[in-house]
């Protein structure tokens, strides 16, 4: 694809060829130039700046992307001084062929043992620079633990179907910010704060709000550098900007969308956000940077951009967008107009999460026809990929009384994070239907009640011993439900239970260098790509912090082909 095909969605443009670096007057000139300062992009700066290189980033809004605004876990294993300290072992080759079955081949077995075997060295890089982990484990199945654990099994690594595989070991790494957060919001602060703060104190030069809107190359086609649109530094249209996004924000975090009455906030909201948007269209100067080693392409994924989301990635386009307003493509489209081929570009993920409260994940979840499709206890996102990628996004949990009373026990403010009670109070007091019999509970699904009757008693069987169950769950999280029962919406689009989805397509890179190849495998001279801007470890199946991991391990890894090349 490339700028002006019908299905571009992106403002990105044909790349401005040039006969050499001396043919633009350019504003402003660096070894590397980092596209989008995430957790990708701050990772390949501090690694070029500690390798002696010199660095600019231009981010669209103030740096810090997806990464900043997540729950901030690092996925690590093998060993790390954390699970070390922990109690927790791990081998780098429990890891690996832990990763082999839930990534399937996204990248080749090369690259992903490499990417378990730097995982000990990646973390102790980011201890070094100020990053806070600490050795305090949670043993059982959870989404994301309360706030006095930092360390937890954030995969699926306690399934009987993986510890067939590899012995289980804790490998999600949260971060501490510094301060307690219940909400799980902006938590990936405490990944990316430390790790700016040290590329700027070695040089690193940042500019925020600035769009990189074109690529410069040259006759052969290699990059050169970038034009950017930037509001003036210190001017009072970039503090207007800002302002309107924090009350934007404040707004939308105040009062979560899935509340009643929230239409009224969002319409307020997307207003401020729509004032920012005038002062970019009227405010913004044209800038040239250039790059004289090697442009990162690290602008996250796409989406925020509704229309390259609805075209390229439909099964997800009913999910809640996580990320940020950054995450609309342009990395990704950049690399594109510059001839880089993509993969994964159908692939997205989303965050069926049912655990806590724990009582939920007994259940059975059902699709459309009342059959069950995926072993209750996984994770949130193999949930979420069985729900999307083979029953349309539509799914519903069947839960009994017991479970119900369970459930209210187990969500109890003080003991669980804000979002999770708070999710779990309104379902079960307005998402909930009862059904008498198992007729009554076919009917509210829409399915055929022998086919519904015949799933719950293959469950029953499973829990007396009579039969395995049919997704592997393990005997002591099966539930013999009992009327009456209850059903719940968990589809994609359900209204009292947001799913959050982010995609996981990207440029398809040299899995040796993150130098952004096209189609026929060579790679684009000056150009690499790095996190959710390029295909990765994810790219096939998430797990809480492989994202922010594989991060790292792309930045890192075009720093150092810079360095070398």
Known sequence: MKPGDKHWYSAVETPLTVTGPEAVEWHEAADVVVVGLGGAGVSAALDS??????????????????????????????GTSIQLAAGEEDTVEDMFRYLQLETQGVVS???LRRFCEESVGHTDWLLQHGVKFHPTAYKRKTSYPGLDYFLYHSDNTLLPASRAVAKPAARGHRGDPGYRNRTAVNMGGAIFWPLRDAALRAGLKLHRKAEVRQLVVDAK????????????????????????LAKAKKLLTLYPFMLPGARYFQKKAFAW?????????????????RAKRGVVLSAGGFVYNRAML?????????????????????????????????DRMDRGTAWRFINPPEAWAHGLIVNRIGERIVNEMSYGATIGAAMCEEHGGKAWLVLDRKLVRQ?????????????QWQLSWLNQLF??????????????????????????????AAKRGEQADAFGRDVEDIYDLEAPYYLMDISLDAKLLPCTVLTMGGLIVDEATGAVVRE???????????????VGVPSHLYMSGLSIADGVFSGRRAAKAIAES
């Open 109 to 111: 077995d090369a690259t």
């Open 49 to 78: 700046l500690e390798r002696g290189l010199s660095v600019v980033a231009l981010d669209r809004q103030l740096g810090g992307g997806a990464t900043e605004a997540s729950g901030g876990v690092f996925y690590a294993g093998g």
């Open 407 to 419: 459930a209210w026990r187990q969500s109890i403010p003080w003991q669980v994070l804000q979002f």
């Open 273 to 289: 956000y729509g004032r920012a948007a005038q002062v970019e269209a009227t405010q913004r100067v044209v800038r040239f940077v």
């Open 221 to 244: 086609g290699d990059v050169l550098g970038v034009k950017v649109l930037q509001l003036p530094e210190d001017s009072a249209a970039l503090q207007e900007h800002e302002q309107c």
């Open 431 to 460: 998402g909930l239907k009862k059904a008498r019999n198992t007729g009554e509970l076919a009917a509210l699904i829409g399915c055929s009640e022998v086919t519904l009757a015949a799933t719950l008693a293959a469950s029953a």
């Open 310 to 342: 609805q075209h390229h990635c439909p099964k997800y386009a009913a999910g809640v967008p996580l990320g940020t307003a950054g995450d609309d493509g342009t990395g990704i489209r950049l690399g594109e107009s510059a001839g880089g081929h993509t």
């Open 520 to 534: 026929d495998g060579k790679a684009i001279g000056g150009l690499y790509a790095a996190g959710r801007t390029a």
